[in-house]
Each structure stands twice: as structure tokens, then as C-alpha cells.
């Protein structure tokens, strides 16, 4: 195209020649893609960087996802997202991008609560699946160890981390030893007011049976005699060890 400019006051004039030539209009826009996936599951770091190449500016991306924006989104969460690409001479182009994330870690947990009253020999060992090998372990009471021994009854942090960083806190809880104090009780009241004909007899109702039988007048064994009407405290020992304190009542005769 020529266009010649003519200065009629002046006389002057001016041409200038100028060629339109034909724009390549090639839809294949996306060049070198580039996904980043999650480094630990339920993360927020993935990305997407989308290469282009022989656009027509300006360039417009819309993504399926309304949260996502731009050529290059980033902090993006685990699933498929899909972008739709349209640049000033209209060509569109659509293209999806998967973003996954590592499998979950996941410990598992072998756990041994107290063996015996007082016995402080709860354990607890951990087996992870998922994640990335090798694990470390930080536990609360300092411990290093997928296994733990000589816990006392209680609850128990640890934080596991793998080879990525990625972290998994969990609590275990140690169960003190379960007594199960079943106490059969047979009482006998005195006779009479002022007599000490009264009795109060115990029997164990569970697997374990009774050791020792410690009364607070002194007396021991399972079998209290010669009672008069009163209160009487009996400290029971069961053969596995459990031991507790139970008051027994021995009643006044009636009239």
C-alpha cells in the first residue's frame, strides 16, 4: 500500500509504502509446559508454567478452576485443571495439566499397654506406608526410635517426617494395667447390740484370686470374725498384685 500526504498551503508532499503481509495463525500455542506436583499430600505448591510461542499478544487464560488465574498459577492444590488459551487473532487452544501429590503417610501403630500394676512396661512400635523412605521419628519424650519400651501409662506424641520433609503427627496412648476388681463381700451381722459374733467374709469373683487382706483393726486374711457393729477397712492384694482399699459395714442387729 502506498499513501501519499500533500501539504496544499506549502505545496509539500510526502509518500510512504508499507506492506501487510500474513500472520502465521498456528494453534498449537503451548510449547514447554512445565507441572510442579505437591511435595507432601494434601500440600498447596503445586504449579504450572505455561510456555507459549508464535501467539498473537495480547493472550487470554482462562482456567476451569475461577481461583486460578494467569499464565502461570502457582499454590495450587492436588486434581485436573484445564486452561483454555485465546490470543488477539482468536485461536484458542485448550489443554489439561494434571498435578498429583504423593501417597499419604500413614503409620501404623503396634501397641502393648501395661502388663501388670504398677509395671511401666507399655511399648509402642510404628510402621509407615506412604510417603518417602527412609523416616525419621521425634518423640515427645525425646525419643529418636520407631520403637519405644518402658512407657508408663499415658499419652504419647510423635512427629514422623520422610525423605521429601513431609510430616505426620500422631498420639498413641499407653493403658494402665486393668486391676478388675471384682469383690464378692458375705456379711454377718452381730447377734445382739454390745456383741462381737459379727463376721465379714470376701471372695475374688474374677480369674485372679486373693493373696492377702490387710483390716484396719489389725486383723488380716480374707475372713474377718468376732466383729461388733461398725466400719472396717480392708486392704485387698490380688495375686497379679492389684491392690486396693475397700470399706466393708458391719451392720447393727435389729431389734
Not at 509504502?17 to 498447596?44: A, E, F, H
Not at 503445586?46 to 501467539?55: P, Q, S, T
Not at 520407631?146 to 493403658?175: F, H, R, W
Not at 486393668?178 to 474374677?206: M, Q, R, V
Request: glycine share 8%.
Amino acid at each position: 500500500y502506498l499513501v501519499v500526504v500533500n501539504d496544499t498551503i506549502n505545496g509539500c508532499e510526502v509518500s510512504k509504502r508499507g506492506v501487510i503481509g500474513c500472520q502465521s495463525t498456528s494453534c498449537d500455542l503451548i510449547t514447554n509446559s512445565t507441572i510442579g506436583n505437591l511435595q507432601c499430600y494434601n500440600g498447596q505448591d503445586g504449579f504450572i508454567f505455561v510456555g507459549l510461542e508464535n501467539a498473537a499478544e495480547p493472550v487470554t487464560y482462562h482456567w476451569n478452576d475461577e481461583n486460578v488465574i494467569g499464565q502461570n498459577p502457582i499454590y495450587l492444590d492436588e486434581g485436573l485443571y484445564s486452561l483454555t488459551i485465546t490470543d488477539a487473532d482468536q485461536c484458542v487452544i485448550i489443554k489439561e495439566f494434571i498435578v498429583s501429590q504423593p501417597n499419604e503417610l500413614v503409620p501404623e501403630f503396634t501397641i502393648n499397654d501395661e502388663s501388670g500394676p504398677n509395671a511401666n512396661d507399655g511399648s509402642v512400635e510404628i510402621n509407615v506406608t506412604g510417603g518417602v523412605f527412609p523416616f525419621t521419628y521425634l518423640w515427645d519424650e525425646g525419643s529418636t526410635e520407631n520403637t519405644i519400651n518402658n512407657l508408663t501409662p499415658n499419652n504419647y506424641s510423635v512427629t514422623i517426617t520422610d525423605a521429601l520433609g513431609c510430616t505426620k503427627i500422631s498420639e498413641v496412648t499407653i493403658s494402665a494395667f486393668d486391676c478388675n476388681f471384682d469383690i464378692l463381700t458375705a456379711i454377718t451381722s452381730p447377734n445382739c447390740f454390745d456383741s462381737e459374733d459379727g463376721n465379714i467374709t470376701l471372695t475374688s469373683n474374677n480369674t485372679e484370686i486373693i493373696q492377702a487382706v490387710s483390716w484396719s483393726n489389725g486383723a488380716s486374711g480374707s475372713s474377718l470374725d468376732t466383729l461388733s457393729s461398725g466400719e472396717y477397712m480392708a486392704t485387698i492384694t490380688l495375686g497379679n498384685g492389684c491392690e486396693s482399699c475397700l470399706l466393708y459395714t458391719s451392720p447393727s442387729p435389729r431389734d
